[in-house]
């Protein structure tokens, strides 16, 4: 018989109640109004995402990376292990709760992966870190940006995806990466509209589905081949308050 869920830690937030629950040793769920955004032993899509990230990152001197959502901190876990010692990894995150737990109950899960020498966490929303790279030019721009949040492009040009996923929002992150840059990205299911918003911005689109069976999300890993560093005017849509992530499975 499965042992019960207990709740380790929790705040309210404008979205419902964020729990971080424990079953056993290993086992934890992040739920947010009782609906499950991660899971601690489902974590394949997220770790892909960073590994396909980073991969042609690993002989690079001094890579600049930016991971949007902390989550329990899979992604970062799979960035840093496939970078090298003088990386830097900036960690886009709005709730401070995440990093806490990250710290505290949930750091053996990555071998304390958030308070490795190259990591960087800012507590803010990945948009405007992505805005202020892209309005400031070479020296602040990365080589992969990584958004790996509770959710993905799906209808992201209209409504509150639009800052992330959107037209503007593209040209941005494609402001925002260096030459060759990657831009990878975790979404729910294959989404067209997305990808071609993505080929509009000059991206290259490679899209996979990592893992076996059962629900595969996708990983999106989209290249810069242009490099373009215009900016632009900086107004992506509003931005909201709404919690970054590391999607499971």
């Not at 830690?9 to 955004?37: K, M, N, P, W």
């Not at 990365?142 to 209808?155: T, V």
């Not at 831009?183 to 911005?201: H, N």
């Amino acid at each position: 018989m499965a042992k019960p869920w207990r709740i380790v830690d929790s705040i309210d937030t404008d979205e419902g109640l964020l729990d971080l629950r424990q079953r056993g040793e290993a086992d934890f769920l992040i739920t947010i109004d009782s609906r499950v955004l991660m899971n601690s032993l489902a974590n394949m899509s997220e770790i892909v995402l960073a590994e396909l990230a980073c991969e042609s990152l690993k002989n690079k001197k001094n890579p600049r990376v930016l991971v949007g959502g902390l989550g329990m901190g899979f992604t970062l876990k799979a960035a840093i292990d496939n970078l090298p010692t003088d990386a830097e990894v900036v960690v886009a995150e709005l709730n401070p709760i995440m990093v806490k737990w990250c710290r505290g109950p949930i750091a053996h899960l990555t071998g304390g992966a958030v308070d490795d020498p190259r990591v960087k966490v800012v507590i803010d929303d990945v948009a405007s870190v992505i805005r202020y790279a892209a309005m400031k030019g070479k020296e602040n721009c990365f080589d992969a940006i990584i958004l790996d949040l509770y959710e993905g492009p799906h209808k992201g040009d209209r409504g509150r995806g639009e800052y992330l996923y959107g037209d503007m929002a593209l040209k941005l992150s494609s402001s925002a990466l260096k030459e060759g840059g990657v831009f990878a990205v975790w979404s729910e299911d294959p989404d067209k509209a997305f990808e071609k918003r993505l080929k509009a911005a000059r991206f290259s689109v490679n899209r996979q589905r990592p893992g076996r069976g059962g629900r595969r999300h996708v990983v999106y890993i989209a290249k810069n081949p242009s490099g373009s560093q215009a900016g632009g005017s900086g107004k992506t849509g509003p931005a909201g308050r709404r919690l970054h992530k590391n999607r499971s499975t």
